[in-house]
């Protein structure tokens, strides 16, 4: 059953921790996403990544990393840099090269909450 | 950099009532694609419209691409309670030529339908 794991569901952390979501496809897509999701404010791209072992800041990087090391695998770190990290994430792959539509598919995102 | 603008932010209407969402670039796109979000859920496409003055349909909802590709709509006819969710535009541009592009999404039309 082919799609995209979002790890965990509903995330709790206390304010100055670091965090890190999971995300991972099994799509064999090239490229993956992260987005933040507030109310109003439809969805920010954070970084993406259109190949093993390279990625590039989206609009509000700041305050975060990713690695993408595996081609199945790109985990978000939340740091205690971001200023409002309590958001929705999501987490989307898309296979450019593949002709046709270069549709994104999308994870079920990880609620995370900074107390 | 570039911005894609989306109106209105809501919208009610009865069932059977007809709902229109418009999407405005600042700079002109490659394509344009459209998203829903059910509550609670996570964006899934719709389609994608790529050529100038393109219009497609699937079943009540018809998709529209501006003539100078820097516009876009989609229409519901008679609306269902199973059109509620956030309709999202997201909208591409290919730098220098090449076959991929970042998305940039619209802050979506949160649509509600009373029975």
């Known amino acids: 059953d082919g799609g995209i794991t979002q790890s965990p569901k509903y995330l709790f952390r206390k304010e100055g921790q670091n965090v890190t979501l999971s995300c991972e496809q099994n799509?064999?897509?090239?490229?993956m996403y992260w987005y933040r999701q507030d109310p109003g404010q439809g969805l920010r791209l954070i970084y993406y990544?259109?190949?093993?072992?390279?990625?590039q800041k989206g609009d509000i990087a700041e305050g975060y990393s990713v690695s993408r090391e595996k081609k199945e695998s790109f985990p978000l770190t939340v740091t205690s840099a971001q200023k409002n990290p309590t958001a929705f994430y999501l987490c989307?792959?898309?296979?450019?090269?593949?002709?046709?539509?270069?549709?994104?598919?999308f994870g079920p995102g990880t609620r995370l909450t900074v107390l | 950099g570039q911005q894609v603008m989306q109106i209105p932010q809501y919208q009610h209407v009865q069932e059977g009532e007809d709902f229109t969402t418009y999407c405005n670039s600042s700079?002109?796109?490659?394509?344009i694609q459209w998203y829903k979000q059910r509550p609670g859920g996570h964006p899934v496409f719709l389609i994608q419209l790529v050529k100038s003055g393109e219009v497609k349909k699937q079943k009540r909802l018809t998709f529209q691409f501006g003539e100078a590709k820097k516009n876009s709509s989609l229409h519901i006819t008679a609306t269902q309670t199973t059109d509620v969710g956030t309709y999202f535009c997201a909208g591409s541009i290919f730098p220098g030529g090449t076959s991929y592009g970042k998305l940039t999404f619209g802050q979506g039309t949160i649509l509600t339908v009373h029975p």
């Open positions: 990544s259109q190949i093993v072992n390279d990625f």
């Open positions: 989307a792959s898309s296979d450019p090269l593949a002709g046709g539509y270069n549709e994104q598919f």
């Open positions: 700079t002109t796109l490659s394509n």
């Open positions: 799509l064999n897509h090239d490229a």
